[in-house]
């Protein structure tokens, strides 16, 4: 049977809040002494309670039990140098930053896959061609670049008579009929 999902919010109940804190401190001690003892590494605990205890002082639960222990690695933890600190410490900026990098990068490589699989130039695809297969390809592709020629010049000039007529007063003529919806010069 799978637990179910827990819904992390304010333990209103006082009495309920204390037992839950309880339970989970002693959880939270018992999986850092196991991540000494499977990993062989520095581990340390302190947690502040949310009360006072009789006396009105407020005394943390530290593990290890040792203080001479976790004097030892606050210390090592103290003396290491901040930049070292500061080279394995990722802040927000840095970690959205690399984000961004690693989904441009998939983006960029699905785009190429994309472009490859819609038009496929590869060596294999040219050589299973005949000889009159590969004069029309050849043909359609130098009557789609002409065409392609041809609409960039026309958009050049229309981008030339845009930016130019009106330092001159001219305005474009209105055509007559409905709008071309290729360019916004009849718009």
Known sequence: ???????????????????????????????????????????????????KSGDGLVRPKIWPPDSKEVERIILSYRSEAVDHRAKHATGLREFFTSQKKKIDTELAEAHKANWEAKYPVSDEFLRDLSEPQLRSLQSAEGNRLKQTKTRLATMMEKRVVETVAPSYGIVPPRRSGPPCKRCRLHA
């Open 1 to 51: 049977m799978a637990r179910t999902e827990l819904k992390l919010e304010f333990i209103s109940n006082s009495r309920s809040r204390k037992i839950t804190f309880e339970k989970r401190k002693k959880g939270l001690m018992k999986k850092a002494e196991a991540f000494k003892i499977l990993f062989g590494v520095d581990t340390c605990v302190i947690i502040y309670p949310m009360w």
